[in-house]
Every structure is written in structure tokens, then in C-alpha cells.
């Protein structure tokens, strides 16, 4: 029986909007990649999913405060964020390590948020970003790449969009 590696919880967490640093250890969502269903007939109505076609990917980020890391955060253009959170894992030997783990979007604001503000509370943003590009890197090798403008979805080494583009 194989051994995986048991993941323990995110040590920590950065933000970098347009490769400044505007967020600590906040709570973040990436972006949930959804291929498009299709109904096909086969004994029946069938729901297949395209792979070529996706459901928008968005991104959103919980940020603490109004400073100007979250004015930054708040500009109404197509940007690259960074995520970079490392991860404690267990070996089979018992042995523990950190392993770094990167996220990188190309994304535009969906909203400006409302700012709630309570006396004696810390005032709490949620930003949602509309997600071009998404691309993600654990212990330095790449886990998935979606650039929906380039037309690649490409999941644990495997290219899912090649054999259509080489036909166009």
C-alpha cells in the first residue's frame, strides 16, 4: 500500500497585486475550474463535460483593514495577483517540512466592495476578481494552468485543449 503525504494547515499567506506586497495572512478562494456540461444522447440524456468551454473563474480575497494594500487591490484593471502560502506535510518516514505552494491569476475587479465599518471591529472586504489566467505550483511543480485567453487547460502535466487548437 502506497503512503501519502499527510498535509497539515497553511502556515501563512501573501498577497502580491502587480508584484507589491498589499496582504498578510488573509483568506483567500481560488478559482474552482469548471468545464462546461453538454447533454448528449446515450440511453438516454447524457451530461458530458467540454473541457474546451469553462464556466467563469473567479477569485475572492478576505481582506483585513482599509489601507493602501487594499487600494491597490481595488484598481478596475486586468492584473496579476500572487499567492504564495507554504504548507507543513508529514512524510511516510514521519519527517515534517514546509513546502512552498504558488498561485498566480490574471484578474479585474467584479465589484468594488461596500465597506462595513463597526466601532471597536476591524473592518473586513471581500474582493472578487473575474479570473483570465489561473495558474498553480505546489513544492515547485505545476498542478494546473487555465489561460482561458490562450486557450489551455492543462491539469497535472496533461494538456486537455492541445488536440483541439492543433485542429483550428
Known amino acids: 500500500m502506497a503512503f501519502l503525504n499527510i498535509n497539515g ?3 501563512a499567506d501573501t498577497v502580491y497585486s502587480e508584484n507589491v506586497l498589499v496582504a498578510k495572512d488573509v483568506e483567500f478562494t481560488l478559482p474552482e475550474v469548471a468545464p462546461v456540461a453538454v447533454d448528449v444522447e446515450a440511453m438516454g440524456t447524457m451530461s458530458v463535460p467540454l473541457w474546451a468551454r469553462l464556466d467563469d473563474m473567479e477569485v475572492t480575497v478576505t481582506k483585513i483593514g482599509l489601507d493602501m494594500g487594499l487600494g491597490s487591490m481595488l484598481t478596475p ?3 496579476p495577483i500572487e499567492f504564495r502560502f507554504p504548507q507543513e506535510v508529514i512524510d511516510a518516514n514521519g519527517d515534517t517540512k ?3 505552494c504558488k498561485a498566480f491569476i490574471k484578474g479585474m475587479n467584479k465589484t468594488v466592495p461596500g465597506i462595513g465599518i463597526t466601532p471597536g ?3 473586513s472586504n471581500d ?3 473575474m479570473v483570465t ?3 498553480l505550483f505546489v513544492d515547485g511543480k505545476e498542478m494546473i494552468l487555465v489561460d482561458r485567453l490562450a486557450s489551455i487547460v492543462r491539469i497535472n502535466g496533461k494538456d486537455y ?3 483541439i487548437q492543433s485542429m483550428l
Do not use: D, H
Open 161 to 163: 485543449t492541445s488536440g
Open 77 to 79: 484593471t486586468l492584473k
Open 98 to 100: 514546509i513546502v512552498p
Open 9 to 11: 494547515p497553511i502556515a
Open 127 to 129: 474582493l472578487t476578481y
Open 121 to 123: 471591529e476591524t473592518s
Open 133 to 135: 489566467r489561473y495558474q
